[in-house]
């Protein structure tokens, strides 16, 4: 009677284990069945939202209160950005980094047909207006880009053109800056609001500069790169010339900037005082100058990195 009664409890432990590991099977396969229904629910959603959500955008959007500059202020664009920047591969939206190519043709990822540097949902969703902000304004562009264009052909200077757009492109928009490009020239506008920018702005520009002039030496058959950099108020939002519209900054900041870069030599980064001034920690080692720009009444005080 013993032996049966061991026997039997021998089989219920049996039985329990085996329960136990078809539990624990079942929970194992689970989770697994549910990361891989994961994974196309996220690119889904992703599509749903670069592709078709703009009506949702533009109902909870004013021209008085738009939502986009509300989301910069709580670092959710800056965490969506970071977020698709993972995902390969360019072109991408301008504004929220989503690919074109890659994963983003394979989900539906496409480009709006008004303005093919931004996804639909981000060219639809925003708003034609302006607001003014604080940032920061990086001009670069390539040093003797004119004349040593009339002595290749246009496809030469295409082609360097565009390898300069890709490495700017590149270094830039890690950052969460906003990058446009102007003939042999790239602009990038860095909102302050921004959580990952903030009081960290001036040393973040002046790191993504360096990265990009070093990025184009470092290039074959390339043409040095000058800089310029200011900070300051501006109006920041989007712009619109019939169905056309753009991402942009506008104000004496931006001007300034521009004219910076364009006193700048080849290697060379030009700051103004403001910028020089905002960056923390030991200062870089810097030539102090005072310039005349081109239309500027008042001569202003700069700093040369080289």
């Not at 790169?225 to 019939?242: D, N, P």
């Amino acid at each position: 009677m013993a032996k049966a009664r061991y026997f039997e409890i021998g089989v219920a432990c049996l039985e329990i284990i085996a329960v136990l590991l078809a539990i624990l099977v079942a929970v194992y396969v689970s989770i697994w069945i549910g990361l891989l229904l994961l994974v196309p629910l996220l690119l889904g959603l992703i599509s749903l939202i670069c592709n078709y959500d703009a009506w949702v955008v533009r109902r909870l959007s004013t021209q008085d209160h738009p939502l986009i500059l509300p989301l910069c202020k709580t670092g959710f664009v800056g965490r969506y950005r970071r977020m698709l920047r993972l995902l390969p591969s360019d072109p991408r939206c301008r504004f929220c980094m989503v690919p074109f190519g890659g994963v983003g043709k394979v989900i539906g990822i496409r480009p709006s047909a008004a303005n093919p540097h931004y996804c639909r949902s981000c060219f639809e969703a925003l708003p034609t207006t302006t607001h003014e902000l604080e940032v920061g304004v990086l001009f670069a562009d390539l040093r003797g880009f004119t004349s040593w264009s009339e002595t290749h052909s246009s496809s030469d200077a295409a082609d360097l053109v565009s390898r300069f757009y890709a490495s700017a492109n590149r270094v830039l928009t890690s950052d969460d800056a906003f990058v446009d490009f102007i003939g042999d020239q790239v602009m990038a506008i860095y909102v302050v609001d921004m959580p990952s920018l903030g009081a960290r702005t001036a040393d973040i520009m002046l790191a993504a500069t360096r990265r990009l002039v070093d990025a184009v030496r470092q290039g074959a058959e390339s043409l040095p790169v000058g800089a310029g950099m200011h900070m300051g108020k501006a109006q920041v939002g989007s712009l619109a010339t019939g169905e056309a519209k753009n991402f942009t900054a506008i104000g004496d900041v931006v001007n300034t900037a521009a004219r910076l870069q364009s006193a700048a030599r080849a290697n060379e980064i030009l700051v103004s005082e403001k910028v020089y001034c905002a960056l923390s920690g030991e200062k870089p080692q810097a030539d102090r100058t005072t310039l005349g720009l081109k239309g500027k009444a008042e001569l202003l005080t700069a700093f040369i990195l080289r």
